[in-house]
């Protein structure tokens, strides 16, 4: 059937006479309510929290696959496809005894569009001086900007700052930092910037090793050489965080082939997002990720060609 103007005409008309006379129209909002999501892990809460979105050139995003064809996929999940968008969605872990924050989003570097995460971890009912620690993924400026303001101060003041150690050991290298051509040095400088002070403080972290009680970092290279997953359990139950495994989910989990230019190694990121997505597929846990569609959260299928995330249903209680 087509809905045509005379459908709603009629149906409009009937309202009209039910209400009777008008009232003042309401503004638009144009905002959306603070958005974060909770969801639980046998005893343990996850809140994922909506940093924002960004945007950048699509051109020449994916090394394997054209312009045209990233431009096809964006369109067939219902995105614009005159630009690259994605979320970012850091996450916060309550193991009932440990806050932890996994990842600090944009902060006061990003966009008018992000930089979301403290207002929402607010909104969500935290505050900063609660948060145990801050674990970090992986050093990418979407990932670490939010660590620490403009003016220097820290964002959460009491916290551990805990970074995989092969990812401290490669943008921490003053000697890789200084072969590295000037134009590109800039996510080594980042990281001095937000983490540099703090260096005698931060804790290492190894692959295999828990984060905190029921946090397990595991190991998945590629995106960055120290990029790094979590398997949250409790008791029977297992969540995982896939951090950069995929870019935008909406294009990335139906195209684990594709190769985007922020995977510093392709092909090991290639290997990295099948391992992962098959696991996830195969024990068919609950998942989230950093850069998929707010809320984030949902079960990986696999399907004829890749993958599909299958978004979590929303539930009020826990
Ligand atoms: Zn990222």
């Known amino acids: 059937m087509n809905i045509t103007r005379r459908h709603g005409l009629a149906v409009g008309l ?8 008008a009232r003042a129209a309401a503004p638009l909002a144009k905002m959306q309510a603070p958005s974060f999501y909770r969801t639980r892990v046998g005893d343990t809460e996850i809140t994922m ?20 064809e990233l431009r096809q996929a964006l369109g067939e999940a219902f995105l614009p496809n005159d630009v690259y968008t994605t979320n970012y969605t850091p996450m916060v872990i309550n193991t009932g005894r440990k806050l932890i924050l996994i990842d600090t ?36 400026p979407d990932h670490y900007n939010g660590f620490r303001r403009r003016d220097g101060s820290l964002v959460f003041p009491n916290a551990e700052v805990m970074v995989p150690e092969p990812e401290w050991n490669f943008w921490m290298d003053d000697a ?6 000037e134009a590109q040095r800039g996510n080594f400088m980042g990281a001095r910037r937000a983490l540099g002070p703090v260096a005698r403080n931060v804790t ?63 092909e090991m990121a ?24 707010f809320p984030s959260v949902g079960h990986i299928l696999r399907t004829a060609g890749g993958y599909e995330l299958v978004p979590s249903q929303w539930v009020a209680r826990l």
């Open 14 to 21: 009937g309202l009209a006479t039910l209400s009777g006379a």
């Open 49 to 68: 929290l909506n940093d924002g979105i960004g945007t950048r050139p699509l051109a020449g995003f994916v090394r394997n696959a054209s312009d045209a």
């Open 105 to 140: 989003g944009n902060g006061e570097f990003g966009s008018a569009d992000n930089g979301l995460l403290l207002q929402n971890f607010l909104a969500a009912g935290f505050t900063p001086d609660q948060l145990d620690a801050v674990v970090f993924s992986h050093f990418h």
């Open 176 to 181: 890789r930092m200084t072969q590295t051509p």
């Open 204 to 266: 290492l972290y190894r692959w295999g090793q828990e984060v905190a009680p029921g946090v397990l970092a595991i190991a998945a290279p590629g995106h960055t050489p120290g990029h790094t997953v979590f398997a949250i359990t409790s008791g029977t139950a297992r969540f995982m965080m896939m951090s950069d495994i995929t870019n935008n989910t909406s294009v990335f989990v139906k195209h684990p082939d594709w190769s985007m230019i922020l995977d510093l190694d392709g």
């Open 270 to 293: 290639r290997q990295t997002r099948h391992r992962m997505l098959d696991m996830a597929a195969a024990e068919g846990m609950e998942c989230a990720f950093y850069h998929a569609p």
